[in-house]
């Protein structure tokens, strides 16, 4: 079996996949943080946040600035652009199917609805 990889997107959806991490994004959207400020938000120790922060800024989700003992966290510069694109070209193949299969649907409700004689008829001859 042949894979596929794209290296570059493996960081931004492994970092997505977790809720804890998207919180944090939902959080920095809204304002600037410290770690410390994060960890106490999803009531967490500081090196399990810090993970989580370190994750998110691989992926180029969050920039961190220390400043004196306070790093603080804000939204990067990963826009998402490619990843929001291949997302868009699956979402179209996968709407394509749901077409196809509601015609398929609709069609075998048609033949449903058909009286029963009008059904049975290219049976019997």
């Known amino acids: 079996m042949v894979q596929f990889q794209q290296t570059h997107f493996n960081a931004p959806f492994a970092a997505l996949a977790d809720t804890t991490r998207r919180g944090v994004l939902e959080q920095l959207a809204r304002a600037d943080a410290s770690i410390t400020d994060l960890a106490n938000h999803f009531d967490m120790t500081l090196t399990g946040m810090k993970k989580h922060v370190g994750v998110l800024e691989l992926a180029g989700l969050v920039t961190t600035e220390k400043v004196g003992r306070?790093?603080?966290?804000?939204?990067?510069?990963?826009?998402?652009d490619e990843e929001m694109e291949w997302?868009?070209?699956y979402r179209a193949v996968w709407d394509a199917r749901f077409d196809s299969l509601d015609r398929v649907v609709a069609e075998l409700k048609r033949k449903d609805t058909l009286p029963a004689a009008r059904r049975n008829r290219g049976r019997h001859e």
């Open 87 to 89: 997302i868009s070209r």
């Open 70 to 80: 306070v790093r603080t966290c804000r939204i990067g510069p990963c826009r998402l």
